[in-house]
């Protein structure tokens, strides 16, 4: 049979049991028809085949993302969208022109600010008032465990001094006990829930801008790690099943489902339900996402000994773990017991060990089971936990592009880590080698593969400091076969989908991505200037730079 499609001239790394090479793919009805040499393709190319000559360039499976907010940075990326600066400056000229060019907009909503900018990591609310005096500013951080509100915000929600901190959150403050400006954690709540409510419409805005982004960036499914109500981060299920049903995606989505906190077991019919609903079509909701700390530069990622201060004493603070373990424990078997994947943020090396406890109980309790739970970010792990990911059969869900000398790291982590810990972090090596299964995710694949083999920054990632060139913690790196693998099978996995994407061998979906150079071929350092020439979905082109 004749192909629709067909690849020669390339570099295929197919990811496959043995890792092996071919230089040429067919595709036929959206599946991949065969994979070998240009001469296995002559009895695939008919008259209609669209034959493409790739001229030596790269060839790999289609990226999978396995926690990425696909959702809420689509919706930013239409907000006021501090992504593309990097200075106090900057940022006050980027919000104030966004509010002249859309002065009919009641908020002024958007993110991507990093903390490593302001003093302790803390932006002040003075410095809003004077760039948007008139109207209520809400901005997340980078990692959106962070807000920067202005005072006509703060007015609004009812945020003063006598207002206390949330149990799973924290209000900055002046001496004078004044809210200063920067909410963390679940403070955020107090008040983003005053601001407009998202649209349905704006929702699947913002998911086809997300989709369009990832697509460029050579990804083809992700898990969208929160599809809930979270502080920040509007609900997104309702907006997914309408896309999928005008037909609007062409990536496949898993979405993690929010585990509510002070809910309890009681909410797994409602996220039972919520599977049986979007059991069809591109979107799926198969995991069920836990939140059990926060992060290490505002001091609320979860540790077994105290943060230092910046004179390297030890404080009083341990973070906070948002769930007890007793009740981490019950919620996960409940979670395994119907089938789910559990997807943990954890960060600090008590909430990596707490989760690590909690699937412990639930393959106790339910056998191995079918979940493919996965812990998510896993920056401090101590090293006697580190064996405890294959023994559990835990998926290692990494970010590596935090692996690195940048300024966040550098001034508002190590300091308040010590030696001992900071040597713990981002152990992707520790993990590889100790038979660990690794996933990668959020969401530049090129970049962040880049990291993870030279654990230095992207050259044109935003956020570079001064020492970004020096490598971090380098015997935590991996290799780039490794890497390549965590991007492409091993998130497939997470997502249930490695029977039909992950890898290029006959009989799978065509979901492919064409770099404009054989990575193998480049130095280490250049992983992150390729490019993504096409980005292909079951044989069709949904992103073109070169064809």
Not at 492 to 513: I, Q, T
Request: glycine share 10%; charged share 20%.
């Amino acid at each position: 049979m004749a192909a629709d499609l067909v690849l020669t001239g390339g570099a295929v790394y197919t990811v496959d049991a043995a890792r092996s090479w071919a230089q040429a793919v067919a595709v036929t009805g959206g599946r991949i028809a065969a994979v070998g040499s240009d001469a296995d393709m002559r009895p695939h190319v008919g008259p209609r085949t669209e034959v493409v000559n790739l001229r030596g360039r790269m060839v790999l499976p289609g990226f999978q993302d396995a926690h990425v907010h696909a959702s809420g940075g689509g919706l930013e990326r239409g907000q006021c969208d501090l992504t593309g600066e990097h200075t106090r400056q900057g940022y006050l000229a980027a919000i104030r022109g966004y509010a002249d060019r859309n002065p009919d907009r009641p908020w002024i909503l958007g993110g991507g600010w990093g903390m490593d900018v302001f003093p302790g990591g803390v932006p002040s609310r003075e410095d809003l008032d004077t760039a948007v005096p008139d109207r209520p500013v809400f901005l997340s951080n980078r990692d959106h465990h962070g807000a920067w509100v202005n005072s006509r915000a703060l007015a609004l929600a009812g945020v003063d001094a006598a207002t206390p901190d949330p149990a799973d959150g924290r209000i900055e403050r002046t001496a004078a006990g004044e809210p200063q400006g920067t909410l963390h954690e679940g403070a955020m709540d107090l008040v983003h829930r005053v601001a407009p409510t998202v649209t349905l419409a704006e929702q699947v805005a913002g998911i086809l801008e997300g989709q369009r982004y990832l697509h460029s960036l050579g990804i083809t499914a992700w898990q969208e790690a929160i599809v809930g109500e979270y502080a920040v981060v509007p609900d997104c299920f309702d907006a997914y099943r309408e896309a999928d049903s005008r037909g609007l995606l062409t990536a496949r989505v898993t979405g993690a489902l929010w585990w509510r906190r002070a809910t309890g077991t009681s909410q797994l019919e409602f996220l039972a339900e919520r599977r049986a609903v979007a059991g069809q079509g591109r979107f799926r909701a198969t995991s069920v996402k836990i939140m059990q700390d926060g992060v290490c530069e505002s001091f609320t990622a979860a540790m077994l000994s105290p943060y230092l201060d910046r004179h390297g004493h030890e404080t009083g603070g341990r973070g906070t773990s948002f769930f007890a373990p007793e009740v981490l424990n019950e919620a996960v078997t409940a979670i395994d017991a119907l089938g789910f994947g559990v997807h943990i943020h954890a960060i600090g090396d008590r909430a990596v060990r707490e989760a690590l406890d909690a699937i412990a109980a639930a393959r106790a309790a339910n056998g191995p089971g079918r979940g493919r739970h996965h812990i998510a970010h896993i920056q401090v792990v101590h090293p006697d936990d580190v064996p405890r990911f294959r023994d559990l059969s835990v998926v290692a869900n990494c970010q590596p592009l935090w692996a690195s000398n940048e300024p966040q790291m550098t001034e508002l982590t190590l300091p308040f880590l010590g030696p001992e810990r900071s040597a713990w972090q981002y152990p992707f090596g520790s993990l590889a080698r100790s038979g660990a299964q690794l996933c990668f995710g959020s969401p530049n694949p090129l970049w962040e593969m880049h990291t993870a083999v030279n654990r230095t920054t992207a050259p044109e990632y935003p956020f570079r400091g001064p020492e970004t060139d020096a490598p971090f913690l380098p015997g935590e790196r991996i290799g780039l076969p490794a890497a390549i693998a965590a991007f492409t099978i091993g998130s497939a996995y997470v997502n249930h989908d490695e029977r039909d994407a992950g890898s290029v061998e006959p009989g799978k979906r065509a979901d492919l991505v064409v770099l404009d150079r054989d990575l193998f071929t480049q130095p280490a350092g250049e992983i992150a200037l390729a490019e993504v020439d096409l980005t292909l979905v079951d044989g069709a082109v949904v992103h073109a730079r070169y064809p």
